[in-house]
T-cell receptor, first 112, second 110 residues
């Protein structure tokens, strides 16, 4: 089954404790990205990647890191989480040149 | 002006009603358009693409007006299961970026 998976689905952590949210897709998509979604603000892109070892900042990259060492994986790293990073996070992937984007199920992160 | 604007709603309609949403975009170079659907606390999923000549998919009709820079989604014979947030997506030629609107919430009641 074609899908984007994310782990964990739910996470409660404390300020300053480094965490990683994993994302994996099995569709051989070149393009992967991370979004956060907050009430009233919609989906905001954090980082994206057009291929292995190619990453770029989206609209709200501060406080986040990503890496793309393999085509299928695109982890999101919060080196020192803060409460304002409490949000619903989605990973997504698509084929370059197409508009159909597939989203993971989301990770609900709470930073205390 | 925001790149993609949608009325956040909610649109409250009874079952069986016809409802329409609009979405305006600011970049005249935008080439491709889509509607995504997002159920509460779930991931967005592609509902349908929007073609220049307009297109239908069952009870759903999408239209594009390039002159006025808006797209629309019409839902006929609303079902309870249509309750969701509908996201408008705009992209330039080549699909380099997808710009999402904040969404319009639809609530269909019995």
């Amino acid at each position: 089954e074609a899908q984007v998976t994310q782990n964990p689905r739910y996470l409660i952590t404390v300020t300053g404790k480094k965490l990683t949210v994993t994302c994996s897709q099995n569709m051989n998509h070149e393009y992967m990205s991370w979004y956060r979604q907050d009430p009233g603000l919609g989906l905001r892109q954090i980082y994206y990647s057009m291929n292995v070892e190619v990453t770029d900042k989206g609209d709200v990259p501060e406080g986040y890191k990503v890496s793309r060492k393999e085509k299928r994986n695109f982890p999101l790293i919060l080196e020192s989480p803060s409460p304002n990073q409490t949000s619903l996070y989605f990973c997504a992937s698509r084929t370059l040149g197409e508009g159909t984007q597939y989203f993971g199920p989301g990770t609900r992160l709470t930073v205390l | 002006r925001k790149e993609v604007e949608q009325d956040p709603g909610p649109f409250n309609v009874p079952e069986g009603a016809t409802v329409a949403f609009n979405c305006t975009y600011s970049n005249s170079a935008s080439q491709s358009f889509f509607w995504y659907r997002q159920d509460c606390r779930k991931e967005p999923k592609l509902l349908m693409s929007v073609y220049s000549s307009g297109n239908e998919d069952g009870r759903f009709t999408a239209q594009l007006n390039r002159a006025s820079q808006y797209i629309s989604l019409l839902i006929r014979d609303s079902k309870l299961s249509d309750s969701a947030t509908y996201l408008c997506v705009v992209t330039p030629s080549g699909y380099s970026t997808l710009t999402f609107g904040k969404g319009t919430m639809l609530l269909v009641s019995p």
